[in-house]
């Protein structure tokens, strides 16, 4: 998702001024007019589009919520939904779009490299993007040039925070010491949380005794389980999407595989259990955002109205976007403008927004500073065992 054509980036560059600079006061008109015009750029059809369908149904929840006592500065949100059909090219293409019609602000998409595509184009525009659930690092943050994206913020942990917190969980509270790694070798997102499991599992003492690799097209596992059990290890570690990980899951049981098998947030979603089966998903564990189960009044209020709306439990994607629909609201407030810039400013100085994913403040790269959660599976239910704070 990250693989840029040098010709293809430099074309989006000059798009994306050539946008910026016919289409600039678009949303100054937005911010002035009767509502707030707001970008809502997600994954509603294809591949992740159960991660696309849960971020903007908890938007839409948040917008409906706010709308109905009395807006943002008098003014009610206009939310202008597009579907990116789970293709990055398309998100890019929404995005110009957005900049056209005077949004304020983008909220999408829901994964890393879609964010990533639509970033040259947004950031020209001077419009900022709060993604829910992009949790590659440099989303936010250029590695090459050591610098921060200005106009793009996350709400969702990072990466590297959610390895960090299962190896402590495995090696310190399990007791786990040798550990087995299995990730989509064409996807960012996998091979990233891969690596950074190993570095902070071996940096604790733990030993990773074998590591095998798959495609998304992949459907049958055997050969690289059998490869695993072999070596021994106590537990695997699969960071990857839900579809994948559903049938991994299933055929090492099959194969009588019962270690536990661990994951990410890219598990998080109610076709796991229909991949996977419910007893197979026994003596699992995945980092995550939020739980269903935490008992506070802010959760379960937020629970209650999602049901009522969708009929349907929230995933933790659609927490994200129920917070990140609030965020905005915030930051609007807060800047006392619908101006995109002074959106942009009044977001680098969110300090401790009450979400339903958590307390938020940001650090220095537009990462959220917040815990996370662990969560169990039993007989298909979620249950959080505990959460934790990332050390940085």
């Not at 002035?32 to 696309?52: C, P, Q, R």
């Not at 290890?233 to 699969?238: A, E, G, S, T």
């Not at 810039?341 to 990462?367: P, R």
């Amino acid at each position: 998702m990250k693989k840029w054509v040098k010709v293809a980036a430099l074309l989006v560059v000059v798009l994306a001024l050539g946008l910026a600079a016919g289409c600039g006061g678009n949303a100054q008109k937005s911010a002035e007019g009767d509502t707030i015009k707001v970008g809502v750029n997600f994954e509603l059809s294809g591949d992740v589009a159960t991660y696309g369908t849960s971020c903007k149904n908890g938007i839409l929840l948040a917008f409906e919520e706010i709308n109905a006592n009395g807006g943002v500065l008098g003014k009610k949100i206009e939310p202008l939904v597009q579907d990116n059909k789970s293709q990055n090219r398309e998100a890019r293409n929404i995005a110009e779009r957005f900049v056209s019609e005077g949004v304020v602000a983008v909220l999408g998409p829901a994964v890393s490299g879609a964010v990533q595509t639509e970033e040259p184009v947004l950031t020209a525009a001077k419009i900022p993007v709060l993604a829910p659930a992009a949790t590659a690092p440099e989303v936010t943050y250029d590695e090459k040039t050591k610098k921060v994206k200005d106009f793009i913020f996350r709400v969702c942990i990072i990466d590297p925070d959610q390895s960090q917190v299962m190896a402590n969980y495995i090696y310190d509270v399990l007791g786990l010491k040798n550990g087995a790694i299995m990730v989509d070798k064409n996807n960012d997102y996998s091979v990233g949380l891969g690596e950074t499991f190993k570095e902070y599992f071996t940096k604790k003492g733990g030993k990773i005794v074998a590591e095998e690799g798959f495609v998304s097209t992949d459907t049958a596992f055997k050969p690289q389980l059998t490869s695993i059990y072999s070596k021994k290890p106590d537990f695997i570690y699969v960071p990857a999407y839900y579809n994948q990980v559903g049938l991994i899951i299933k055929q090492a049981r099959e194969m009588g595989i019962d270690l536990p098998i661990m994951g990410a947030d890219g598990w998080d979603s109610p076709k796991l259990v229909e991949l996977a089966g419910a007893d197979n998903l026994n003596n699992c564990y995945f980092t995550n955002h939020y739980s269903v189960e935490d008992p506070s009044d802010l959760i379960q209020n937020f629970i209650k109205a999602y049901e009522k709306k969708y009929n349907t439990t929230p995933d933790a994607f659609a927490a994200l976007g129920y917070d990140t629909a609030y965020l905005l609201a915030k930051a609007i407030e807060q800047a006392g403008s619908a101006e995109p810039e002074k959106i942009q400013q009044a977001l680098e100085n969110i300090e401790d927004f009450e979400g339903v994913t958590g307390k938020l403040s940001y650090d220095e790269k537009h990462n959220p500073i917040k815990e996370v959660s662990i969560i169990k599976l039993e007989n298909g239910k979620q249950k959080l065992i505990k959460k934790m704070q990332p050390k940085h």
